[in-house]
């Protein structure tokens, strides 16, 4: 049905502003007319190889103007872009990529070497686009991205359209530990992100609304967080529907001393983090070189994922009172439940937010909370995903009727005060969060127990100051005790290395009950106690 479509969006901006930066990367800076250009020869070459409406299209890249272009390549085309998260292992990648039923894989040169060893097992992916990193030379297999960027073309409209049904697939951590698509309307998304960080399009799909929407350039935005990752991602999308520029960080390894650098030659006025993970090590750089950086173009810094601590948001503020220091609550499949806004020299409370215009506190009985104090799940109606892809038993978990409407609820639980704020308390199920990345137990146990001298094992996460949460393996050991560092290892070579355990508990007995269920809060409560 006709709605808002991001490419529509961005091709007007690019009209409109075609001198304007659309990106820049350290020395690089590509303009809108540029990026229009590219897009146009990405898209046409992936629906020259095959590519047909609302195909999955995987970025497998690091942060920079790609995946941006390749973003802008998929809508164009009516394909849907999907996130890659580049720490994942062998296996990981083989099921995300046959999960999603993608049939085109960007990526970056450094990664070659694991597509090599995977990609016979994934047959359906079709066409290969390698992005020079200096790490190689381009795979006899692949096609190098330049030489599609270059493609001659008019400008991409398919044949099969494009509309406000068009979809964005973001996929996030599932309660099996295996990741789930998110499917994002881009009708959707457009109306949200343009209510709080980019173009405010009106609710009722307009076209006319465009045609004086980019008299000037808009904002300079950066997320120092990966493009792979909702926040980065959907900051990014609200500043190009603004007609703005996305700076990304030159370096591949978060290095704040850089970021601040990048800030003040850039121009940047508004930098998304992950909480405590990256405000942490900012204002340590600042506090460490007091007048090195001005700050003086920062607006805001915007977190979501992780809490972002009281006694961090003051340190920051000191360094610049006049930006606003914005903490959105907010998940892959519900944004907007709740946001708190520090700024004017004063920071807000640690996981106290106001409550979106469409969030409620669920109680499990399924009926809407109203008395202060009482425990539920946060939930919000309004403009949300359609379901997760190929997984209706988890959409019907997730996707409540609460009073005839429909809710997004995915699991925060929380409270609300007497003033009307929410409180969170976090997310009911054993789920970690660290340092922005949800990692769910049960499948980091199941690669710590293929090692020989484990018996049993659990994981949690025990509080730790800068990623919210730090992954423990409560061990039983085969034997007499467990190598710490060698089962660390051992995992670090099965999964992702941010789902390895940081450290190692060693206990008599894990005490499965009967049914083989643990009490995971009592192993939590014990890791805590001996670390």
Same mark, same amino acid.
């Given at each position: 049905?006709?709605?808002?479509?991001?490419?529509?969006?961005?091709?007007?901006? %690019?009209?409109?502003?075609?001198? %304007?930066?659309?990106?820049?990367?350290?020395?690089?800076?590509?303009?809108?007319?540029?990026?229009?250009?590219?897009?146009?020869?990405?898209?046409?070459?992936?629906?020259?190889?095959?590519?047909?409406?609302?195909?999955?299209?995987?970025?497998?890249?690091?942060?920079? $103007?790609?995946?941006?272009?390749?973003?802008?390549?998929?809508?164009?085309?009516?394909?849907?872009?999907?996130?890659?998260?580049?720490?994942?292992?062998?296996?990981? *990648?083989?099921?995300?990529?046959?999960?999603?039923?993608?049939?085109?894989?960007?990526?970056?040169?450094?990664?070659? $070497?694991?597509?090599?060893?995977?990609?016979?097992?994934?047959?359906?992916?079709?066409?290969?686009?390698?992005?020079?990193?200096?790490?190689?030379?381009?795979?006899?297999?692949?096609?190098?991205?330049?030489?599609?960027?270059?493609?001659?073309?008019?400008?991409?409209?398919?044949?099969?359209?494009?509309?406000?049904?068009?979809?964005?697939?973001?996929?996030?951590?599932?309660?099996?530990?295996?990741?789930?698509?998110?499917?994002?309307?881009?009708?959707?998304?457009?109306?949200?992100?343009?209510?709080?960080?980019?173009?405010?399009?009106?609710?009722?799909?307009?076209?006319?609304?465009?045609?004086?929407?980019?008299?000037?350039?808009?904002?300079?935005?950066?997320? +120092?967080?990966?493009?792979?990752?909702?926040?980065?991602?959907?900051?990014?999308?609200?500043?190009?529907?603004?007609?703005?520029?996305?700076?990304?960080?030159?370096?591949?390894?978060?290095?704040?001393?850089?970021?601040?650098?990048?800030?003040?030659?850039?121009?940047?006025?508004?930098?998304?983090?992950?909480?405590?993970?990256?405000?942490?090590?900012?204002?340590?750089?600042?506090?460490?070189?007091?007048?090195?950086?001005?700050?003086?173009?920062?607006? %805001?810094?915007?977190?979501?994922?992780?809490?972002?601590?009281?006694?961090?948001?003051?340190?920051?503020?000191?360094?610049? $009172?006049?930006?606003? *220091?914005?903490?959105?609550?907010?998940?892959?499949?519900?944004?907007?439940?709740?946001?708190?806004?520090?700024?004017?020299? +004063?920071?807000?409370?640690?996981?106290?937010?106001?409550?979106?215009?469409?969030?409620?506190?669920?109680?499990?009985?399924?009926?809407?909370?109203?008395?202060?104090?009482?425990?539920?799940?946060?939930?919000?109606?309004?403009?949300?995903?359609?379901?997760?892809?190929?997984?209706?038993?988890?959409?019907?978990?997730?996707?409540?009727?609460?009073?005839?409407?429909?809710?997004?609820?995915?699991?925060?639980?929380?409270?609300?005060?007497?003033?009307?704020?929410?409180?969170?308390?976090?997310?009911?199920?054993?789920?970690?969060?660290?340092?922005?990345?949800?990692?769910?137990?049960?499948?980091?146990?199941?690669?710590?127990?293929?090692?020989?001298?484990?018996?049993?094992?659990?994981?949690?996460?025990?509080?730790?100051?800068?990623?919210?949460?730090?992954?423990?393996?409560?061990?039983?050991?085969?034997?007499?005790?467990?190598?710490?560092? +060698?089962?660390?290892?051992?995992?670090?070579?099965?999964? +992702?290395?941010?789902?390895?355990?940081?450290?190692?508990?060693?206990?008599?007995?894990?005490?499965?009950? %009967?049914?083989?269920?643990?009490?995971?809060?009592?192993?939590?409560?014990?890791?805590?106690?001996?670390?």
């Amino acid at each position: 049905m006709p709605g808002w479509n991001f490419a529509e969006i961005w091709e007007t901006a %690019a009209d409109a502003l075609p001198e %304007a930066p659309f990106a820049k990367q350290g020395d690089r800076t590509v303009t809108w007319r540029d990026a229009d250009r590219r897009a146009d020869g990405l898209a046409r070459t992936l629906l020259d190889a095959g590519a047909t409406k609302q195909d999955k299209v995987a970025q497998y890249l690091y942060n920079g $103007p790609e995946y941006l272009e390749t973003v802008f390549a998929c809508f164009k085309a009516s394909l849907v872009p999907v996130n890659t998260n580049y720490r994942y292992a062998e296996d990981e *990648l083989v099921y995300l990529w046959d999960n999603a039923d993608a049939v085109a894989v960007v990526f970056h040169g450094t990664f070659a $070497p694991t597509i090599e060893a995977i990609r016979s097992r994934v047959p359906n992916v079709k066409t290969w686009l390698w992005v020079d990193d200096g790490s190689g030379p381009c795979p006899a297999w692949a096609t190098p991205y330049e030489d599609a960027a270059a493609t001659e073309t008019d400008r991409v409209i398919p044949d099969h359209g494009r509309d406000g049904d068009d979809l964005y697939m973001l996929y996030t951590g599932g309660t099996t530990g295996m990741p789930k698509g998110v499917m994002w309307r881009q009708d959707d998304l457009a109306v949200i992100l343009g209510a709080g960080l980019g173009l405010a399009v009106p609710e009722e799909y307009d076209p006319s609304f465009l045609e004086t929407a980019f008299e000037a350039p808009g904002p300079v935005g950066m997320p +120092a967080c990966p493009l792979m990752h909702g926040t980065g991602a959907f900051t990014s999308f609200g500043t190009l529907s603004s007609g703005g520029c996305v700076v990304t960080l030159p370096s591949r390894h978060f290095d704040p001393a850089e970021l601040l650098d990048e800030i003040d030659d850039k121009g940047v006025n508004a930098i998304a983090i992950v909480g405590d993970a990256f405000a942490k090590p900012i204002l340590g750089a600042l506090d460490a070189n007091p007048g090195r950086w001005t700050l003086e173009s920062v607006l %805001a810094f915007v977190s979501s994922g992780v809490m972002w601590s009281e006694e961090t948001k003051k340190g920051m503020l000191e360094h610049r $009172p006049e930006m606003l *220091l914005m903490d959105a609550f907010s998940s892959s499949e519900a944004l907007g439940m709740g946001q708190s806004v520090s700024g004017g020299g +004063a920071a807000a409370k640690t996981a106290r937010f106001e409550p979106g215009l469409n969030t409620i506190v669920v109680g499990d009985d399924g009926e809407r909370v109203t008395e202060p104090g009482e425990i539920g799940r946060l939930a919000v109606g309004g403009r949300q995903p359609i379901g997760y892809y190929k997984d209706e038993e988890k959409t019907a978990k997730t996707f409540l009727v609460v009073d005839g409407n429909r809710y997004s609820c995915p699991g925060d639980y929380a409270t609300l005060d007497d003033d009307g704020t929410i409180i969170v308390l976090g997310r009911g199920s054993v789920c970690i969060n660290t340092g922005g990345e949800k990692v769910y137990p049960e499948e980091v146990e199941e690669a710590v127990k293929t090692h020989a001298s484990v018996r049993d094992a659990v994981v949690v996460g025990v509080p730790h100051e800068r990623f919210g949460e730090m992954i423990v393996a409560v061990v039983e050991p085969a034997g007499d005790s467990t190598d710490e560092e +060698a089962l660390i290892e051992h995992v670090r070579g099965r999964l +992702a290395a941010y789902k390895a355990p940081r450290r190692v508990v060693e206990v008599e007995s894990i005490g499965r009950a %009967a049914n083989g269920k643990v009490d995971y809060k009592r192993l939590r409560e014990q890791a805590v106690s001996s670390l």
